[in-house]
């Protein structure tokens, strides 16, 4: 299978199965020497990827599988461009500029406040600027008061249903993730003994708008309120909480309106979302905010060279293609704030059709329904009398091509497995009612079928997860 330097070129005329460097392997390890006609190199690849699974019937990602032919168009016109590149691109920076406004608008920013925000490739980095920031501002805070900030290490608080990015960053960062438990009855962040864990050393709280687990909410406007009453008892430590909104915040603005969980509460001090989530665009794109230039120590500002002038930048990527900035422009000039709430309230809908759709097996325990955010999570009754797990179901329903992870919750319910769907705007009714045919089917053949389970060949006794893993 390796390729003959001597090989004819290729006939155009042809056929490619039947051309010399369709005999080629694919690049492994080294380079080819010459190179391949760009049709057969083409083909090679597309044959290559054909062993995935479609990306629409992807039930486990938050991350957009459909845009309309002409964002995607626009964006294959504009990925040359440079996001970083201010002055070789002053139009798309202008773009990226309307975005932040109009996030700023939709987060509720108040008029008093000088608001800031950028572009990220992804929630990832926004929560990493976000910790940054709380880090850096508590250093300050904290000299300036006199605290020993090398006695021990500076930490923040978030629910162990947290996304693996914020693990990331105290690794980094050198801060210990201090992770409130999940149970039964707080599947959120629980508020009741949340502030047990502050210290002096605390450098803020981190609310998520849209667990990755199950979809709940924390409760942001309680935890304003237990934040608002440490702060006027502190001295000098001033707490203030980042929502990660990576789902949430793109999807209640639209459908919930009223819920106060943005810049409406005085100490949420800075918001991310994932543009490439409940914003509509292929991945990947973040955002951060945040309320007031005040909340982002200047050391994390950087300026570059803008029509003669200069502008600010903060992002930790440099250069990357601004066409998913150019795609979430496109989307909010489309779409405008009906087309969004008309998007986000129909997947809503479908989510509660399946999620109502699996209660009536009576086989299920719903852990979220999709009434706050159109994910639905559900782990099997305890009661339920089946010799197959849910692990099971999920390779039953893979091999009609759906992708359903199955996963264990976070430390203290690690013994809760759980299956989640995750609805996005590409998931129409009549694709969900396909879906539902299909479990009801997989559930009928795993009852006559004859379950063997795999062998425990662990050493240290631990339960392995099959199948997809958080």
Same mark, same amino acid.
């Given at each position: 299978?390796?390729?003959?330097?001597?090989?004819?070129?290729? #006939?155009?005329?042809?056929?490619?199965?039947?051309?010399? +460097?369709?005999?080629?392997?694919?690049?492994?390890? *080294?380079?080819?020497? =010459?190179?391949? #006609?760009?049709?057969?190199?083409?083909?090679?690849?597309? &044959?290559?990827?054909?062993? =995935?699974?479609?990306?629409? $019937?992807?039930?486990?990602?938050?991350?957009?599988?459909?845009?309309?032919? =002409? +964002?995607v168009k626009l964006m294959s016109e504009t990925l040359e461009k440079n996001a970083i590149d201010k002055s070789e691109y002053p139009q798309t920076a202008k773009l990226e500029n309307y975005c932040v406004n109009i996030l700023a608008d939709l987060w509720n920013v108040q008029k008093e406040h000088d608001f800031i925000g950028t572009s990220t490739v992804g929630s990832s980095e926004a929560c990493m600027l976000a910790g940054m920031a709380m880090k850096f501002r508590w250093r300050k805070m904290a000299l300036e008061n006199g605290l020993d900030i090398n006695a021990q290490r500076p930490n923040l608080i978030i629910s162990s249903g947290f996304q693996v990015c914020w693990e990331k960053f105290g690794v980094y960062w050198d801060v210990d993730l201090i992770e409130v438990p999940v149970d039964p009855k707080h599947m959120s962040i629980n508020t009741d003994m949340l502030m047990d864990y502050v210290n002096e050393y605390t450098i803020g709280i981190v609310g998520i708008l849209g667990i990755t687990y199950t979809g709940k909410f924390d409760d942001i406007k309680k935890i304003n309120h237990l934040v608002d009453a440490y702060n006027k008892k502190s001295k000098w430590h001033e707490l203030v909480i980042h929502v990660d909104g990576a789902s949430g915040a793109m999807f209640t603005p639209f459908v919930n309106p009223e819920l106060p969980w943005d810049f409406r509460l005085e100490h949420v001090v800075s918001i991310n979302t994932s543009g490439h989530k409940y914003g509509l665009v292929y991945p990947g794109i973040g955002w951060i905010l945040w309320k007031d230039k005040k909340y982002l120590p200047k050391e994390l500002i950087f300026d570059v060279s803008y029509l003669g002038g200069h502008m600010p930048t903060m992002a930790i990527n440099f250069s990357r293609s601004a066409s998913q900035v150019i795609a979430q422009y496109y989307n909010f000039m489309r779409l405008g704030f009906d087309g969004y709430r008309g998007i986000h309230e129909r997947t809503k809908k479908v989510a509660l059709f399946l999620s109502k759709a699996l209660e009536e097996t009576g086989l299920f325990e719903i852990y979220n329904d999709g009434a706050n955010l159109p994910i639905v999570c559900y782990t099997l009754k305890a009661d339920t009398d089946k010799e197959w797990t849910l692990y099971d179901l999920t390779d039953r329903l893979q091999m009609k091509g759906w992708q359903v992870? *199955?996963?264990?919750?976070?430390?203290?319910?690690? &013994?809760?497995?759980? $299956?989640?769907?995750?609805?996005? +705007?590409?998931?129409?009714?009549?694709? +969900?009612?396909?879906?539902?045919?299909?479990?009801?089917?997989?559930?009928?053949?795993? &009852?006559?079928?004859?379950?063997?389970?795999?062998?425990?060949?662990?050493?240290?006794?631990?339960?392995?997860?099959?199948?997809? *893993?958080?």
């Open positions: 299978m390796l390729h003959d330097r001597r090989e004819k070129k290729h #006939d155009p005329k042809m056929p490619i199965y039947g051309s010399y +460097a369709e005999d080629s392997a694919i690049v492994k390890t *080294t380079l080819r020497r =010459e190179p391949i #006609d760009p049709q057969i190199a083409y083909r090679l690849i597309s &044959d290559e990827l054909m062993d =995935e699974g479609n990306a629409r $019937q992807n039930l486990a990602t938050f991350c957009q599988t459909y845009m309309e032919p =002409e +964002a992870p *199955t996963y264990p919750l976070p430390k203290d319910m690690e &013994d809760v497995l759980i $299956q989640r769907y995750v609805c996005r +705007a590409d998931l129409g009714f009549n694709v +969900a009612e396909e879906f539902v045919e299909d479990l009801h089917g997989a559930v009928e053949e795993l &009852d006559k079928a004859r379950i063997l389970a795999p062998k425990d060949d662990s050493s240290d006794g631990k339960k392995e997860t099959r199948g997809f *893993t958080h």
